[in-house]
């Protein structure tokens, strides 16, 4: 069964460090996101991606953050200088048409920011 | 403020018993809604989508109701495989349909 796979499973940083989250979605998906969970809390959405660009982002997602897809398979998500409290758990996911449609989620990249 | 509440649990109950959780939503815009299911520090997976008429997969029902802006789940016959948060989910109409989602309700059934 085809699934989303992120790297790395946990990264450790210091603080005002850029980090880069690796994702690769499902291979005939068009439609990606990011979200993350601070450890005890909820999934909180940042980002939704589809035709090389932005289609949404919360507020959450401000100038520190940013996504791309720089080839075919792999979609990025970049904290330029991280804080402590961007510490949490990053999923990727991925669907195949729209966010109305089912989304596979990636096993999550582990943040911890020092 | 757009919200989806919950109730946190943890609700503790024997195998084989039939639970019930609620979800509401603050959104009367909201077009889809969903249940996840997630293990602890794994990722959410998908349950079952809710449809408007209700929908059962197996032990799983699930109800939605428009009027009063809630979802529920059953779960009948309980198994120890049950145990897990179920989180409540909703997609609003955006660009591409931003879902929130609820904080999850704490399941653990045991033997």
């Known amino acids: 069964e085809p699934e989303v796979t992120q790297t790395p499973s946990h990264q450790v940083t210091q603080m005002g460090q850029e980090v880069i989250l690796r994702c690769v979605p499902i291979?005939?998906?068009?439609?990606f996101y990011w979200y993350r969970q601070i450890l005890g809390q909820k999934v909180e959405f940042l980002v939704s991606?589809?035709?090389?660009?932005?289609?949404?982002k919360s507020e959450i997602f401000d100038d520190q953050f940013s996504v791309e897809r720089p080839d075919g398979s792999n979609f990025t998500l970049k904290i330029r200088s991280t804080k402590l409290e961007d510490s949490a758990m990053y999923f990727c996911a991925s669907s195949e048409s729209s966010s109305r449609e089912t989304q596979y989620f990636g096993p999550g990249t582990r943040l911890l920011v020092l | 403020r757009k919200e989806v509440e919950q109730d946190p649990g943890p609700f503790n109950v024997p195998e084989g018993a039939t639970v019930a959780f609620n979800c509401t939503y603050s959104?009367?815009?909201?077009?889809?809604f969903f249940w996840y299911r997630q293990d602890c520090r794994k990722e959410p997976k998908l349950l079952m989508s809710?449809?408007?008429s209700g929908n059962e997969d197996g032990r799983f029902t699930a109800q939605l109701n428009r009027a009063s802006q809630y979802i529920s789940l059953l779960i009948r016959d309980s198994k120890l495989s049950d145990s897990a948060t179920y989180l409540c989910v909703v997609a609003s109409p955006g660009g591409s349909y931003i879902p929130t989602f609820g904080r999850g309700t704490s399941l653990i059934v045991h033997p």
């Open positions: 809710v449809y408007s």
């Open positions: 991606f589809y035709n090389n660009e932005i289609s949404e």
């Open positions: 959104n009367s815009a909201s077009q889809s």
């Open positions: 291979s005939n998906h068009l439609y």
